[in-house]
């Protein structure tokens, strides 16, 4: 498809257990980025990437959650050990260039429940 | 913790009536980007101000950007059942390397038929 895209939609997981997010961003664009969404709130970033570096990774709540995008495309979030506090959607967006006011996409989001 | 407070968080109006949704931060942003989001979905941008001052209309949205760049608003004249959602704003900071943006707290809106 066109816009980016998320998988999975929804995941059910066990306190304690590993979790891996996958995210495909708009062909060709060159930044990408992580946001958390707790119920009724507004995103939070997590982290960004510019092609395969990460340039910011101050936003991740704690050292269980890594990110990745080795090939400078496809983007995968990886909670370790979850706990209760990491249910939330985690929506992914990527932008053509890093410029300001360039326009940012977002994903439909991945949505985890830790039970 | 984030940068941009949004007022009022809930707000519940008849089909007709006129709003006005406010975003506040003690930080100056490169520009300011206004969402829409649905349930399940993810935020769908509705615009972008850059220049402070500035003011964009869509249709019946009318989108200002404050002068000093650390604040906007949102006025939806005649509002209609199919303007239900999450409005959220979003401060973009721009540093070396990367960009950011920031979102506000977020303003659900009902209207009513």
């Known amino acids: 498809g066109a816009g980016v895209s998320q998988s999975p939609r929804y995941k059910v997981a066990k306190r304690g257990q590993d979790v891996a997010l996958r995210c495909d961003p708009i062909?060709?664009?060159?930044?990408l980025f992580w946001y958390q969404q707790a119920l009724g709130q507004g995103p939070e970033f997590l982290t960004y990437?510019?092609?395969?570096?990460?340039?910011?990774k101050s936003g991740l709540p704690s050292d269980r959650f890594f990110a990745e995008r080795p090939e400078g495309s496809v983007s995968t979030l990886k909670i370790q050990r979850t706990q209760q506090e990491d249910s939330a959607v985690y929506l992914c967006?990527?932008?053509?260039?890093?410029?300001?006011?360039?326009?940012?996409?977002f994903g439909e989001g991945s949505w985890l429940t830790v039970v | 913790t984030q940068l941009l407070e949004q007022s009022p968080q809930f707000l519940s109006i008849q089909e007709g009536e006129n709003l006005t949704v406010y975003c506040n931060s003690s930080?100056?942003?490169?520009?300011l980007q206004w969402y829409r989001q649905e349930p399940g979905e993810g935020p769908v941008l509705l615009v972008t101000?850059?220049?402070?001052?500035e003011v964009k209309k869509l249709k019946r949205l009318t989108f200002q950007f404050g002068d000093a760049r650390k604040d906007s608003s949102l006025h939806i004249t005649a509002a209609q059942p199919g303007d239900t959602g999450l409005y959220l704003c979003?401060?973009?900071?721009?540093?070396?390397?990367?960009?950011?943006?920031?979102f506000g707290t977020g303003t659900r809106l009902t209207v009513i038929p």
């Open positions: 101000v850059v220049t402070g001052g």
């Open positions: 930080s100056v942003f490169s520009s």
């Open positions: 979003a401060g973009e900071k721009v540093r070396t390397g990367a960009n950011n943006l920031f």
């Open positions: 062909s060709g664009h060159v930044s």
């Open positions: 990437f510019q092609n395969e570096a990460q340039l910011d």
């Open positions: 967006a990527s932008s053509l260039w890093e410029e300001a006011g360039n326009t940012i996409y």
